[in-house]
């Protein structure tokens, strides 16, 4: 199973989830702020967390800025947990980094399946595509062994969500991709899931590979549908 970072500061909720996730298999360090869950996540002495699951609304520092601190260290996933129902909240935290989001109340059996999907997502599938693997995209280069992306030479630093929506791009040139498809390849949901989690990966991709991502070239969208990789 997976060693799991459980931010949460409401003490009857996070024992709750630390307990039905230790019976379901993981390992669960708990921090109950932001500042607290850093200075975890950080120590050399811990063995390194697989996953971070991050309630929102913390003291201190709230859910957001611990993703996005979280996010500048490295491809670690991330699950945000919101009490907010209102798409604008939620979307705020897919593009602060986040991998996926649990709505409160947080059925347990649900959050182990979410955090099982997003580490199968943390090993992206290798695809050729290139004799060599690679795939020009004008300045955007995929290399799809060594799972690394470039914009004019220099590195761009992707999620693990993001790498594997580009690759399903990538190996789908041309072909409109509906939300439900993306969702279900790239997010791993055998069910219907929240479209907004694909639109907001989009628009955090297009902002990483895009010279203009108001005016995308290489992402598009088709209204009322999905999206489509267009080659240069």
């Avoid at 230790?22 to 921090?31: I, P, Q, R, T």
């Amino acid at each position: 199973m997976a060693r799991v970072m459980l931010v949460e500061d409401d003490d009857g909720l996070r024992e709750a989830l630390r307990l039905a996730l230790v019976g379901l298999g993981h390992e669960v360090a708990v921090a109950a702020d932001g500042p607290a869950g850093l200075a975890a996540l950080a120590a050399p002495s811990a063995p390194a967390a697989e996953c971070v699951v991050l309630d929102v609304m913390l003291p201190g520092i709230d859910g957001f800025e611990v993703c996005r601190e979280v996010r500048r260290l490295g491809r670690l996933p991330i699950i945000m947990l919101t009490a907010r129902s209102e798409p604008i909240d939620i979307v705020a935290g897919l593009e602060c980094g986040a991998d996926d989001y649990v709505a409160k109340p947080v059925e347990p059996r649900v959050l182990d399946a979410r955090i099982k999907a997003v580490l199968r997502r943390a090993v992206p599938v290798e695809r050729e595509n290139g004799a060599d693997g690679t795939v020009d995209l004008g300045p955007v280069r995929v290399d799809t062994r060594a799972m690394t992306v470039t914009k004019g030479g220099a590195p761009v630093e992707l999620t693990p969500t993001e790498l594997r929506l580009l690759l399903e791009f990538v190996t789908n040139p041309g072909q409109v991709l509906t939300r439900q498809v993306l969702l279900d390849r790239v997010w791993d949901y055998g069910y219907l899931g929240d479209s907004r989690i694909v639109d907001a990966c989009v628009w955090r991709l297009r902002a990483k590979t895009e010279d203009d991502p108001a005016r995308p070239r290489l992402i598009a969208t088709v209204r009322g549908v999905g999206y489509r990789l267009d080659l240069p």
